[in-house]
Nanobody
Framework: QVQLGESGGGLVQPGGSLRLSCAASGSMINTYAMGWYRQAPGKQRELVASIINGGNTNYADSVKGRFTISRDNAKNMVYLQMNSLKPEDTAVYYC???????????WGQGTQVTVSS
């Protein structure tokens, strides 16, 4: 089992940047596919970006070219660099770990990102 804790959210102006961090504990993340999801008020949770152990990444069309996901297995950390932020990026961002083998699927508590002038 893995526990996840997000940090780095906050209030930023349109066009600004934020870097979200996800710290994992309880298990090494090298056996998990890692991802960032977000949920805006009144909307369903959606995938923002994911990264597997080999480094292959996947992004939602709405964030391609602006967001970058990365992982540091040695530090048990996952990051989401968000640039050129837009008001529509406002949401609670969640870190996710999905076991490569077995059915484990874990979530963090989320961190609020608000993009507003």
């Amino acid at each position: 089992q893995v526990q996840l804790g997000e940090s780095g959210g906050g209030l930023v102006q349109p066009g600004g940047s934020l870097r979200l961090s996800c710290a994992a504990s309880g298990s090494m993340i090298n056996t998990y596919a890692m991802g960032w999801y977000r949920q805006a008020p009144g909307k369903q949770r959606e995938l923002v970006a994911s990264i597997i152990n080999g480094g292959n990444t996947n992004y939602a069309d709405s964030v391609k070219g602006r967001f970058t996901i990365s992982r540091d297995n040695a530090k048990n950390m996952v990051y989401l660099q968000m640039n050129s932020l837009k008001p529509e990026d406002t949401a609670v961002y969640y870190c996710n770990a999905r076991a490569i083998v077995g059915g484990g699927n874990y979530w963090g508590q989320g961190t609020q990102v608000t993009v507003s002038s």
